[in-house]
């Protein structure tokens, strides 16, 4: 973060060593793309690595704080240095899907051509024409890109590609799963821990979706149209960009988080040119405050899931297609639509249950009879669990976890409306009317918990 700051900085502030730095950056990043090792100076491939690692670790620590585990490590330096891109282009050039002009802003670029209208120089430019290598050598994100997807879909087994890799262990996470990380087959193991693992577990899907913001729409077209042009038009049928919009800060929260908002916005994008950025830990660090100011019985285990729990349900609460303007106080509530009220619930629920457990009472296996009168609370709440598996399924298909948010709050909106309108279970004198409220409660905190993990929420007993 620092080092970006002072890029920004000198972009700003001296622009006559503009040019120079954009030499410089072009020299780093082809001996980084090249594995180069310099006559003299600093070892670019080694320093790169040593650094990309550092951020990757911090990522992992600062992702844990939001419940974030992952399966595979994937390295951009692997897929170069495998020989996959390089095979990759070769295909392309040799099937004569790709053109190298003499003249114009491509000039001595790679590109891949989709019309006659003018060509695409910058990456995220959207015209006819796509370039794959720089005309420095040094391929750009799209065309690496292009060779990770062929690995995603287990293609790099063919013959014509055969390229291989290691998977060795990186370490476990947060929740005990461990975590693996891809080598080129030349690469020497690193630490192993436990046993390892079949190249075949990773790579060869049957669908690979990218999940990746709106912006990159048009690189992710021309990818999944590389692959239809190389002959794998299965692959690219099954290849889906699952697009969202840009997460922003309200106006309130970015204050809080002292960015200028003197320009009167209602919500404030990450801007690095604009010095508009926050930190995640920074994010999650105030939610945290925030939760302990306005709850302080809260113990700060408690307070820290929660704050986890309001940011991800905030962030997922929402259609893809809408920007999402992040604000600290609403998604903090208690009450209303807010990971901290399906907490809350859920909470409830389990109490409940303890009291039960407490005065000696068994939960039944099985209701053999229903009472013979529900209230509508009741039913409603019966109904909505009934529910869950077919609105998993649904929010599976469409690919809009916002659908399983919406209906994990209508389930806590249920349950907190059966509490507040049916007399409590403890005093109930009707064995068959407590017996099925007693299974009932069981039921939203059996479906409540599984909801909430698939959501990605650690679920809270007690609050």
Same mark, same amino acid.
């Given at each position: 973060?620092?080092?970006?700051?002072?890029?920004?900085?000198?972009?700003?502030?001296?622009?006559?060593? $503009?040019?120079?730095?954009? %030499?410089?950056?072009?020299? !780093? $990043?082809?001996?980084?793309?090249?594995?180069? %090792? @310099?006559?003299?100076?600093?070892?670019?491939?080694?320093?790169?690595?040593?650094?990309?690692?550092?951020?990757?670790? #911090?990522?992992?620590?600062?992702?844990?704080?939001?419940?974030?585990?992952y399966d595979l490590l994937t390295w951009e330096s692997t897929v170069l240095r495998s020989g996959l891109w390089k095979r990759t282009f070769?295909?392309?050039?040799?099937?004569?899907? /790709?053109e190298k002009p003499e003249t114009g802003k491509a000039a001595g670029c790679w590109i891949l051509p989709f019309g006659n209208e003018e060509e695409q120089v910058e990456e995220g430019d959207h015209s006819s024409d796509k370039i794959l290598v720089r005309s420095d050598g040094t391929a750009t994100y799209t065309a690496k890109d292009i060779a990770y997807q062929l690995w995603k879909f287990g293609l790099t087994d063919d013959p014509q590609i055969g390229v291989q890799f290691n998977f060795t262990p990186w370490g476990r996470q947060h929740d005990g799963r461990l975590l693996w990380s891809m080598q080129t087959s030349e690469q020497e193991n690193e630490s192993r821990i436990g046993e390892e693992v079949d190249p075949r577990r990773f790579g060869h899907a049957k669908r690979v979706i990218n999940v990746i913001d709106v912006r990159q729409s048009y690189l992710q077209q021309v990818l999944y149209e590389s692959l239809r042009r190389l002959g794998f038009t299965d692959q690219a049928d099954n290849s889906t960009h699952l697009a969202y919009e840009v997460v922003t800060l309200s106006a309130a929260t970015a204050e809080r988080m002292g960015i200028d908002t003197s320009a009167g916005h209602d919500f404030y994008a990450m801007s690095g040119r604009k010095g508009i950025e926050i930190k995640a830990d920074d994010l999650i660090n105030a939610s945290i405050k925030r939760m302990l100011e306005t709850k302080p019985e809260l113990s700060a285990e408690t307070a820290a899931v929660a704050a986890a729990s309001a940011i991800r349900y905030f962030m997922i609460r929402y259609n893809l297609q809408q920007v999402i303007a992040l604000d600290m106080d609403e998604a903090l509530r208690s009450n209303g639509d807010t990971g901290v009220y399906l907490q809350y619930a859920y909470a409830r629920a389990n109490s409940i249950l303890r009291k039960l457990d407490k005065t000696g009472y068994k939960l039944p296996e099985k209701l053999e009879l229903l009472p013979e009168q529900l209230?509508?609370?009741?039913?409603? +709440? $019966?109904?909505?669990?009934?529910?869950?598996?077919?609105?998993?399924?649904?929010?599976?298909?469409? +690919?809009?976890?916002n659908m399983l948010a919406t209906y994990a709050y209508d389930l806590a909106s249920h349950f907190?409306?059966?509490?507040?309108?049916?007399?409590?279970? /403890?005093?109930?004198?009707?064995?068959?009317?407590?017996?099925?409220? #007693?299974?009932? !409660?069981?039921?939203?905190?059996?479906?409540?918990?599984?909801?909430?993990?698939?959501?990605?929420?650690? @679920? +809270?007993?007690?609050?």
């Open positions: 973060g620092k080092a970006f700051d002072e890029a920004e900085q000198v972009k700003e502030s001296q622009p006559e060593k $503009l040019d120079r730095l954009k %030499e410089m950056r072009k020299a !780093v $990043l082809h001996a980084i793309e090249h594995g180069s %090792e @310099p006559e003299a100076g600093p070892d670019y491939p080694l320093l790169a690595s040593d650094i990309s690692r550092q951020i990757v670790q #911090a990522h992992l620590t600062t992702m844990s704080r939001l419940n974030v585990s070769a295909m392309l050039r040799d099937r004569g899907l /790709l209230e509508q609370s009741e039913w409603e +709440l $019966l109904r909505h669990i009934d529910a869950y598996p077919r609105n998993l399924a649904e929010a599976s298909a469409k +690919l809009a976890p907190s409306d059966f509490y507040e309108h049916t007399p409590p279970i /403890l005093k109930e004198t009707d064995e068959r009317v407590k017996a099925f409220r #007693a299974w009932l !409660v069981s039921a939203t905190v059996q479906t409540m918990g599984n909801a909430l993990r698939v959501l990605g929420f650690v @679920p +809270l007993e007690s609050m």
